[in-house]
């Protein structure tokens, strides 16, 4: 029943390269390329867009996004 | 009337692998398979659903909740 | 007129195994059986409902509510 | 002109015993026997009543107030 | 240019003694006289009032304000 | 491309003595003359003026505004 | 798949001197030279435009924006 504890930030490095999806405080969802991310959990996403609950309204080359806003992070289904 | 005092850390660890409901500030529910956390209360979940006081809404193959978020968790009844 | 300083973790410790109210941010309020708790004020409870200023509306065989969202614990009267 | 500059918390030390008023984050007062404080300004209280800008609502034999809660305390006048 | 560099500090060393007035979060203004203070700005107050905008509402022989909910404080003009 | 690396602290250092504007949480203005601030970036005015998206409001001698309030610092163009 | 983990800090020290986009809590876009952080990632910022999403609606010669308003970084696409 208990799989490999893959701790968060394991799991985080082995989303790295991959696409996420990331849930901001206020609604906001970012998806992007996830580059890396530190132990504040600041995240760096490249190629990434930003909506709000609706088409895509934003496009990014690269961003920091700050630790305390994310709410999740996810691999998309 | 004193049980055992299994230390909240001690019970989360003993839910490992089954599936759970965390609670998020501002209403969201998420269900899912509780795979691993962290100090900061920072929690994995896969073959996740996250809902808002309504009908399954999202559906999560994995994702990193950040612990700030988290109201409760429970396994459910 | 100055009792028994006991000091708020004693009295937490001494109400172990007994039903408590818990306030929530927000003004959810979860009564259930006190198991345990640490550092950071995160409670684990039993047999718990939670109600919203209304009749109970949720039951949980068990829950740990993060520390930061209490309000206030209190044996009820 | 500067007063014997009793600190806050010896100001609370000199409470102990006394009925006192905290007010809460959102409006609520809390009025009882203050019995204990700790290092993070939680609060234990006992034959307290919780009005919220009128007539008394709730009463407690005893609560612990967590610190991040209160905007101030005050023996009343 | 530069003047004396009085650190915040050392600024509310020297109103001990005087009447200030406190700016919480929320809006509420809080006068009185200042008499203590420790390193979070908890700050201790005596004689006073407590204002929202209108007329004063509420006396204090003496307060303990939480430092996380100051904006700002003033000796009056 | 890379210019001198004024720190933020240093470029603070830089404009003691001089008129600042300091942007608060909730959308208040302060413009006054910037004397010291802390580690915490708690700041000291002199003739200060605070505004609210509107006619100069308030007038202040001197006053002290807690660094966890402050959204940013510009000397005025 | 996984490229050189540059790490949110160093990817910001690679933006010093290029015009940024800064998004802060509450909705307001600041655009501005970079010209340098610290650990808490407070910024500052030269010749930049402050908008809350409409017409640029305020310049300034240069700010410190603290950085616990700060939700992303990004240097324009």
Redesign the interface.
Known sequence: ???R?????E??ENC???RVEVA???GDL?RGEF????EH????LEDARKTKNGPNDR?????????????????P?
Chains 1, 2, 3, 4, 5, 6, 7 share one sequence.
């Open positions: 029943m208990n799989d504890r893959s701790k968060p930030r799991f985080l790295l390269g991959e901001l405080k206020g970012v580059k890396s991310f530190d959990l600041n995240l760096k496009k990014f080359k690269s961003l920091i996004i700050r630790g305390s806003n994310v709410v999740f992070i996810s691999p289904v």
